[in-house]
């Protein structure tokens, strides 16, 4: 997913020579932790955040919705691209949608929001906490660990794994996050260079 959300940028500024460089954050190599207990904390972007302020890197690029309510102080967000989709969608093993599901069906979802939104939806139905890579939850629903999968529907598209949709969910079954599917550009607060450039991205829509 990283690699995939660098080109996005890159593809923004075809003038600019980047050199990418990769660090697994927390989120990437903890997958016991469920996320009910880190939403809102740096767990997907300490690590990133670290290797700006010490000078390793110049720019970081988060998955908006992922940033911590209290950024490390040296850092600004220079611009937030516009989302290719806010929505959840369901993936399941019949390509079946919410209400065809059958009751007591183990649907497997990331965060609690998600949780509570189904069930306020469907009382009958189980939610189960689901980890991984989209790569690693996929093969999960594939082994029958789970009748059903809630997820990000631009994370799926990001990916190429569209037709693996069974449902975008409607807004009044979940509301969608407003910085879901979009993408944070972070740079040192002192980068007037880069804080320039990355002005230039356009954020209607978004």
Do not use: W
Request: with cysteine.
């Amino acid at each position: 997913m990283a690699i995939k959300q660098g080109e996005e940028i890159k593809r923004l500024f075809p003038e600019v020579e980047f050199k990418d460089f990769l660090i697994q954050t927390q989120g990437d190599q903890d997958k016991l932790t469920v996320f009910t207990e880190i939403e809102g904390s740096d767990f997907f972007t300490r690590q990133l955040e670290e290797a700006l302020l010490r000078g390793g890197i110049d720019v970081a690029v988060h998955s908006a919705k992922d940033l911590e309510e209290n950024m490390p102080a040296g850092l600004v967000i220079a611009a937030i691209t516009r989302t290719i989709s806010p929505y959840e969608c369901l993936v399941s093993r019949k390509t079946q949608d919410l209400d065809q599901l059958k009751p007591g069906a183990l649907v497997g979802t990331s965060s609690s929001k998600r949780k509570e939104a189904l069930l306020r939806y469907r009382q009958d139905l189980k939610v189960g906490d689901l980890r991984g890579t989209i790569e690693e939850r996929l093969a999960q629903l594939d082994e029958g660990k789970f009748d059903a999968l809630v997820m990000a529907h631009a994370a799926l598209m990001r990916l190429g794994y569209a037709s693996r949709i069974s449902q975008i969910i409607p807004a009044q079954v979940i509301a969608p996050h407003p910085l879901q599917g979009a993408l944070a550009i972070q740079v040192r607060a002192d980068d007037r260079e880069l804080i320039r450039l990355f002005s230039k991205v356009d954020t209607k829509g978004g």
